[in-house]
């Protein structure tokens, strides 16, 4: 993580936060089909129901603000970390507590709503739900192809940076080739080429999900779903083509002009037209969920199995996709054996991530350690990483600079505090890297499965761990 990308990803969720908050928090609450993830009904519009529901979304948008402004303000005091991998760690603790936090208000504001049904005498509609085969069958707006080629040409451009890291090709500037090992380039189309294979299945999955019923009229729903459809359809189309341009020029910006700057304009100028299609989308489905909010009498009260008014349980539907009732897009139902399956995967990598972020952040403020302990080296940080035996050690040296060292991280950490891991060390692969950036002193040990690249806390102890190692030899 560089230090440049933090504003790129604060820009990302600090607007993202504004246009989450306009979708769940409407002024205009009056002309939604749901309402805090209640079904909108005329009884909300009516008397002192009315100005219940208008407080409770003012409420909910005024926390809202008081939240960004905060998240925004706390985003500006992490530049004052020089530390770019804790300013990382902890921007994803803090985006991961606004993300819970925004959503507070709406979790209570639910069940106010189902507790006001109560008080206004609102009782269920059972009824008969309509098995409405047609809409289902029928609904399709998503041309695969148009999906599946930007994502195969992003992978087939991925592996041609793989060699260029690899040093198999040669092109660009001279001092785009100096790139050639440090694996950035990679890192950067690999980002971005995952965008675009994980937007293919999702893109499937909405065109293929059964059909929301809006009318007992089959041909009415299968204009509304299709309708949905296709402005989700062009938008997954928008943002595969997209993420490939932004690869391809991303990654030449870097080869020619030998710079990682280019890369990070065209990913800021990329985020800048997905949220500008991300509103176009959100206006959109708006326009089509109040229209037919208006034409279409059928009425169906599934309040009770939107659990907060956001996750879906309902063991007697079938779908395993079914639209958010903020109409922007789909869910799953988490009764359907599938839904459970992605859900408990879901969580996995949730706990997975959060995981490594708090060993992360521990390994950042742990101290590097070093010693020799019968007739063995030990690197030492929360565990013995390195054991390296005096038998196997066939050449070593002392170096007293490390900026002479062209290093790239191929698995590891790369900080501004620790360096560990697996390196490319001056055109050597396979190096094992354990060192203090601090510090200018290191110790090159060379055994006959690798070279070892450590350094201690200081240069005395260094220093002073060569000459022991030196002298039990």
């Not at 005395?460 to 060569?466: I, K, V, W």
């Amino acid at each position: 993580m560089k230090m440049g990308f933090l504003p790129i990803l604060a820009g990302i969720m600090i607007p993202a936060l504004a246009i989450m908050v306009c979708v769940i928090y409407p002024k205009n609450w009056k002309k939604k089909r749901f309402v805090l993830g209640v079904k909108n009904r005329s009884e909300f519009r009516q008397g002192e129901a009315e100005a219940e529901v208008s407080g409770l979304l003012a409420r909910a948008r005024r926390f809202a603000v008081i939240l960004i402004v905060s998240y925004s303000a706390i985003n500006l005091l992490l530049f004052l970390l020089r530390n770019e991998a804790k300013q990382f760690i902890i921007w994803y603790y803090l985006t991961l507590a606004a993300l819970i936090l925004v959503n507070v208000p709406y979790w209570r504001g639910n069940g106010e709503l189902k507790a006001l049904k109560k008080r206004l005498g609102i009782e269920k509609k059972t009824g008969v739900k309509v098995v409405d085969v047609k809409s289902i069958t029928a609904s399709h707006a998503l041309n695969k192809a148009q999906m599946v080629i930007p994502a195969v040409l992003a992978v087939l451009f991925l592996g041609l940076t793989l060699l260029f890291e690899k040093g198999i090709l040669h092109f660009g500037s001279e001092a785009g080739r100096r790139y050639a090992g440090s694996y950035i380039v990679f890192e950067m189309v690999g980002a971005l080429t995952l965008i675009a294979v994980i937007l293919v299945p999702l893109a499937i999955m909405i065109d293929n999900a059964r059909s929301q019923i809006v009318s007992e009229n089959s041909g009415e729903n299968v204009n509304y779903n299709r309708a949905v459809k296709k402005v989700w359809a062009d938008f997954s189309v928008f943002v595969s083509w997209s993420t490939l341009a932004a690869a391809i020029l991303g990654a030449a910006g870097v080869w020619v002009l030998g710079s990682e700057i280019p890369g990070m304009i065209m990913l800021g100028v990329f985020l800048v037209l997905i949220f500008a299609m991300l509103f176009v989308l959100m206006r959109k489905l708006s326009v089509l969920s109040s229209r037919y909010a208006d034409e279409t009498p059928y009425d169906m009260d599934e309040d009770d199995n939107w659990l907060l008014g956001m996750f879906y349980y309902n063991p007697s539907d079938r779908r395993l996709n079914v639209s958010r009732r903020t109409d922007t897009g789909f869910t799953i139902n988490l009764a359907h054996p599938a839904g459970k399956v992605i859900t408990a995967i879901i969580a996995i990598m949730l706990a997975a991530v959060i995981t490594a972020m708090t060993i992360g952040i521990k390994t950042m403020d742990s101290p590097l350690q070093v010693r020799l302990s019968e007739g063995t080296v030990i690197c030492h940080q929360l565990k013995d990483e390195y054991k390296i035996d005096l038998d196997d050690i066939r050449e070593m040296e002392y170096g007293d600079d490390m900026s002479d060292l062209k290093k790239s991280k191929v698995a590891g950490y790369n900080t501004q505090s620790v360096l560990k891991g697996t390196f490319l060390v001056n055109g050597e692969k396979g190096c094992r890297v354990f060192m203090d950036p601090g510090q200018k002193e290191y110790i090159r040990i060379k055994t006959d499965s690798c070279t070892y690249y450590i350094n201690a806390s200081t240069a005395e102890e260094t220093r002073a761990l060569y000459e022991e190692i030196l002298s039990n030899r």
